[in-house]
């Protein structure tokens, strides 16, 4: 009999006590051995198409803390790399891309967009024959609206500005943007399905900065498409959205594109994230700076979330990514405290 990946069971909305529980961006800059890996790979870009490198450091943080999933080590900036963007990243500087023009989007696109991904695809590969059969392995793309901010302002922004402006001043070039990503992005999620993700995580980082009309057309639309391209071909893979920011709309955000699971950052009330979760799982939502803080401040907001939709089905993880500068005691001690909580 096959082992049991309970956080399929909460993706099927069941409750399970204590859940299970993952970090986003647990392969990272916090790990004293991911920072040894990295300086081995080269540039960050060189360690993302690596399998060997990229199966090693998805693994460190298995082995240190037993997660119950694993995400595949990757970017989401990786597709419009591979559809032939110039795409870097600069130490302390974060990603660095050449602003797309309106002029080239009709253009956009590659031949070799797949033969290009082949080693993230490999990577998955090698994982699922190496991961404990109870770990869910978790395939992931950006939405086409974040991957579009930096593909547009060519660097990250703290209101994506750039790609408002854009969106605004070239609706036209703006929406075969948004297209072309998510065509690419659904048949991404789908090769890494094939290649064994249980589950795929689409990371809208930026849903936050739209006002109504721009989160219907920039967020829901093109990720309701996803969700429909990759239903039509593995109808039965969950697939979690994680709009960060999506406050009040979170809930019509589930019912408009059809995901199974809603990431929920550290903003969304917890009273609020329990109503959501009368229609699915939710994911979330630790403030990571309780993380960087520990003891009582991460003690008590664990505690908080656990109380609060420990009853329902809930993936225990963070409102957000894990900051590089985070003790890894802190995280010890919140793997701790969630396995050994009682109802
Ligand atoms: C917006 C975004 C990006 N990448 C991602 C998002 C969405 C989630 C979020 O909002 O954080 C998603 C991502 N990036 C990375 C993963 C790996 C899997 C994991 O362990 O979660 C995942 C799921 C590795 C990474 N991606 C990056 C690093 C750090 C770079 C390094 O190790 O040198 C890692 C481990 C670089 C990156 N990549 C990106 C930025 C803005 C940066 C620079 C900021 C930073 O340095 O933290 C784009």
């Avoid at 859940?19 to 870009?45: C, D, I, K, N, V």
């Amino acid at each position: 009999m096959p082992a049991r990946r309970i956080m399929l069971d909460v993706l099927k909305g069941e409750a399970v006590f204590p859940p299970p529980l993952w970090m986003m961006r647990q392969a990272g800059r916090y790990l004293p051995e991911y920072r040894e890996t990295r300086r081995r790979a080269g540039s960050f870009l060189d360690l993302c198409y690596d399998p060997e490198l990229a199966v090693e450091v998805t693994l460190q943080p298995i082995e240190r803390f037993g997660f119950d999933a694993s995400i595949v080590f990757s970017d989401i900036l990786v597709v419009p790399h591979a559809l032939g963007r110039d795409v870097r990243f600069e130490e302390g500087r974060g990603p660095l891309l050449t602003p797309i023009s309106a002029a080239e989007i009709p253009a956009l696109g590659s031949d070799v967009f797949h033969v290009n991904l082949e080693p993230v695809y490999e990577t998955l590969r090698r994982l699922r024959a190496k991961l404990p059969d109870e770990t869910t392995l978790i395939g992931f793309c950006g939405a086409p609206w974040t991957v579009a901010t930096y593909m547009i302002a060519g660097h990250g922004t703290p209101d994506q500005a750039p790609a408002r402006l854009f969106a605004y001043r070239e609706p036209a070039a703006f929406r075969q943007l948004l297209k072309v990503l998510a065509d690419h992005s659904a048949s991404y999620l789908i090769r890494q399905i094939e290649a064994g993700a249980d589950v795929v995580q689409i990371f809208d980082s930026w849903s936050g900065v739209l006002d109504d009309a721009s989160f219907e057309r920039f967020c829901v639309e093109p990720v309701a498409e996803i969700v429909r391209q990759v239903r039509a071909v593995h109808p039965g893979v969950p697939i979690i959205g994680f709009p960060k920011g999506a406050g009040a709309r979170y809930q019509s955000y589930r019912e408009k594109t059809g995901v199974t699971g809603l990431g929920i950052d550290w903003t969304v009330p917890l009273e609020a994230a329990k109503a959501l979760q009368r229609q699915g799982a939710v994911q979330g939502n630790l403030d990571p700076l309780r993380l960087v803080a520990g003891g009582q401040a991460l003690a008590d907001g664990v505690e908080a979330i656990l109380q609060a939709l420990g009853n329902g089905p809930l993936i225990f993880n963070l409102g957000h990514g894990i900051t590089p500068e985070t003790p890894v005691a802190h995280v010890e001690a919140m793997v701790k405290q969630v396995r050994s909580a009682a109802r």
